[in-house]
């Protein structure tokens, strides 16, 4: 039985529009680098909370079959909305996967490019601890991708981490005619690499 890795999350997954080329998520490149069928319902600006409100979760869970992996990755959002009770939304999406016979897997949030003094500075405060504990709580792989792409980015340090993300001075790009430095949303390249961590990690588990 061939398995399908589904995918809930926000930007820093999701597969962008051709407008937006070459911004990408990582969940857009991870099909070539796992070789498992992938189904992405991440979301622009999604929260745990809001992608359940807009069907998202309820449309991947029509299509999950057991043993399929149910891969989440949220935060970058959530965050800014502590109200929104992040660790019990991702707590009911386990449970709602493994009554569909398939597999989650909690992703902590990929790190922003910020840097300070030659130092990568966390931003997610402690979004990413709270899906460790959940993860070890629940007996749910995680993927650790705060810490894989905090030492990714350092190995690169701050120049060499910047061809990662969406990085164009002006009248360089036909889509980006006035520049672009986003430091949040990956490029091709940079969605590649991270595709390559979370694959590493899903082949132990499938």
């Known amino acids: ?63 999950a079959v057991p043993g399929d992996l149910v891969v989440l990755q949220f935060g ?44 990568l500075v966390p931003t997610h405060g402690g979004y990413p601890g709270q899906v460790r504990e959940l993860a070890a709580a629940e007996g749910v792989p995680l993927v650790d991708l705060t810490a894989a792409t905090t030492a990714l980015y350092e190995r690169l340090g701050p120049e060499g981490s910047k061809a990662l993300f969406t990085h164009f001075p002006p009248g360089v790009h036909p889509l980006y005619p006035g520049g672009v430095a986003d430091d949040t949303h990956f490029c091709f390249r940079g969605a590649d690499e991270v595709a390559a961590i979370v694959a590493e990690r899903l082949k132990e588990i499938s």
């Open 76 to 119: 970058h959002n959530d965050q800014k909305e502590p109200e929104l009770p992040y660790r019990e939304n991702l707590r009911a999406f386990v449970a709602e996967a493994r009554a569909a016979g398939a597999r989650p897997v909690l992703c902590t949030p990929v790190q922003r490019r910020r840097w300070a003094g030659g130092r």
């Open 1 to 63: 039985m061939t398995v399908t890795v589904l995918l809930a999350g926000d930007s820093t997954v999701a597969s962008c529009p051709a407008a937006e080329a070459p911004m990408s998520g990582w969940g857009a490149q991870l099909g070539a680098r796992l070789g498992l069928p992938v189904r992405n319902f991440a979301k622009g600006g999604a929260t745990t909370a809001s992608h359940r409100a807009e069907g998202l979760w309820a449309a991947l869970l029509r299509e």
